[in-house]
């Protein structure tokens, strides 16, 4: 059983104008919503996730589902254990060369959230772990108990845009002098009583969510490894293949803004120029201008909608 609910199902599948046979690479697994919605409608997927629970909790989902119980007996669902910043290799190890969509919905999971002993929340009591892939050496507590408070301020403020970033870092760090932070309930404690009162009493979300969501970004590299597959995943789309990415946050959405932005670039050279001679010419087109956003129902029926931001392109 999944417990995660897929954002802009609709409207992701829609806009990846997939027709019967299709190769579609899905690398954020999850519960397995998009590859799902995609199977039913006569593609095949390739997916992939980091994270070895969510593999094994699909599988076994899988086999009171009818259709990805066929899917995966007729192999038109491939599930790989991979980071989504190897692309490359696993499309390779496939024997898969170009496919005609990609798409990742990215973050963590409702059954991630909900699991304790993963630390991704701070509602629920558990070590301070955070990662993905477990098989990865950094976890949340070693960033908060060796990390300087500079370090500690730097992350929560570029991704967590937590504008207590330094007071909290302090406190952290005094704190740890007396014993070391295992735990999510000791961190948002921290947090929580860093937080100037007058501040906190106004606040719509809890003082901690923005420094969960920096330490998990932290602690898994997400925009590096974005940014790596962003720029992967547009050499094995076929010409008019669609690249759909949901992100949740103003960071992750920049980062992915500002790549499909340059690459729908032409000419770069001088505008004094008379004649091009960059040779440059725009690798994909933008789909979505703005981005699209979860409407009404969908935020009320999924409260975890709310910041979701979805962009498509199209390769050239
Ligand atoms: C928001 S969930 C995907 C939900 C899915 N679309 C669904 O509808 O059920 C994101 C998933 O991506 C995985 N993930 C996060 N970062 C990853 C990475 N760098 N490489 C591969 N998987 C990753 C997480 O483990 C999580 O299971």
Redesign the pocket.
Known sequence: M?R????L?EETIDELHLTKGNMVV???????????EILKRHGRVIA????ED?LARFQTHAQSDPVLKRALTDRSLVLVR????TLDEVLEHAGVELCDAI???????S??IEEGERGFSFLHSGPLDMR??RTTELTAEKIVNTFSAAELSRIFREYGDESEAKRIALAIEISRREKSIMTTEELREIITQAYPKGKRRGMKIHPATKVFQALRIAV?H?FE??ES?LSQALKHLKPSGRLAI?T?HSGEDGLVKRFFKNQARGCICPPKFPVCICGRKPAIKIVTKKPIMPNATEIKNNPRSRSARLRVVEKL
């Open positions: 999944t995660h609910i897929p954002v199902l899905d690398v954020t697994l999850g519960g397995g919503g998009h590859t799902r992939l996730d980091a994270d969510a991979a980071n989504y910043s798409v990742a919905d990215l973050g963590f999971s059954d991630q993905f892939d898994n997400e490894h974005l597959f949901i949740f």
